[in-house]
């Protein structure tokens, strides 16, 4: 089956499956590097590294792009002018409240449905659509409880600890390349225990539960409403959407600290980090990783280290 690349949560996978194409969220690797791109510097290593990683792959049949942030949007110009690949990009609005941003999110979704169409070489019907929207609410609801079951035991919270005893804390920010994940065993082996994962590949990422009445009325529509109406992130105004999702969930897993994972040259985390500070009255660990920079490096070994030493 053709594969189809992405990295943004607001794509949904589900449109991707029903039109008999295979979508791949990409991890990218910080050692993916983008030819003919001499200087690195205001790069987000991460919109870099997608890059990298898409074209590297020319078996690809399409990469889906979104307009989150400025990075993105030049991601989507490189790989354009590359030539190697159909590209799509998606306008997601950054205003949240308002029907006119649901309304443009949803005919955007429209448009990317003609461009899978297209590739894919088939127009799936409403019922295979919302087949293929079930079928993926199943899987993430097994994984939710899969990934509940096998936390049990560090989710309860007495005394500031979890019942591992390790510190609870909340791991927030943007995309992680595929080595920063090694953060998640630096922060167990240095005392601490993840109870939010509030990065992009983690809870805060997953689309709201199926309506059935709704999807019964247009697969479409409440594909739309399932991911925009609910999904926080970083680029939305006003921000509170996000704050206010991070604030319930410190409130019941009783979180010590923040970890803020952002890359050096991300203005939309930089800026978060102030609002993060000033909404939660809780040490913050603003862990900005650089071009070479991951868990593994002295650096931030240390930093996390320290914090954590500071907690216990
Ligand atoms: S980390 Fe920041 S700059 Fe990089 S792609 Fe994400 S939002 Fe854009």
């Known amino acids: 089956m053709c594969r189809i690349a992405y990295c943004c949560p607001f794509v949904p996978p589900e449109l991707i499956s029903a039109c008999r194409l295979q979508p791949w969220p990409v991890i990218p690797r910080a050692s993916c590097r983008v030819r003919g791109l001499t200087s690195v510097a205001g790069v987000c290593p991460y919109a870099r590294a997608f890059v990298g990683e ?3 792959n020319p078996d690809l049949r399409g990469v889906i792009v979104t307009t989150r942030c400025d990075q993105m949007r030049r991601a989507a110009d490189l790989l354009s002018e590359a030539k190697q690949l159909p590209v799509f990009l998606l306008n997601v609005p950054r205003t ?3 029907q006119s941003a649901q309304v443009l999110y949803r005919s955007e979704i429209a ?3 003609r461009f899978l169409a297209e ?3 088939c127009t799936p019907s409403n019922d295979v659509l919302a087949e293929s929207i079930r079928q993926y609410a199943h899987r993430r609801n097994f994984q939710n409880g899969s990934a509940c079951s096998a936390s049990a035991g560090a989710s309860g919270v007495t005394a500031g600890r979890s019942s591992n005893g390790r510190v609870p804390l909340a791991l927030v920010g943007g995309p992680l390349l595929w080595e920063h994940f090694a953060l998640f065993d630096l922060v167990s082996a240095c005392g601490g225990s993840i109870l939010i994962d509030a990065t992009e590949s983690g809870e805060r990422s997953m689309p709201g539960p199926i309506d059935e009445s709704r999807l019964a ?3 479409l529509n409440e594909l739309a409403r399932m991911y925009f109406d609910v999904i926080p992130d970083v680029f939305q105004r006003p921000g509170t959407r996000l ?3 991070l604030e319930g969930r410190i409130r019941e897993r009783q979180v010590r600290g923040l970890i803020v994972h952002r890359y050096m040259w991300c ?3 930089h800026a978060e980090v102030g609002r993060l ?3 939660f009255d809780l040490p913050l660990l603003d862990l900005d990783s650089g071009d070479e920079d991951g868990p593994n490096t002295a650096r931030m070994t240390t930093r996390v280290q320290a914090f954590l030493e500071a907690l216990q």
Do not use: I, K, M, Y
């Open 96 to 98: 949240w409240q308002t």
């Open 54 to 56: 898409v074209l590297g």
């Open 217 to 219: 009325l247009s697969p």
């Open 119 to 121: 590739l894919g070489n």
């Open 243 to 245: 704050l206010d999702w």
């Open 111 to 113: 448009r990317l449905a």
């Open 277 to 279: 500070r000033s909404r």
């Open 267 to 269: 203005d939309l985390w």
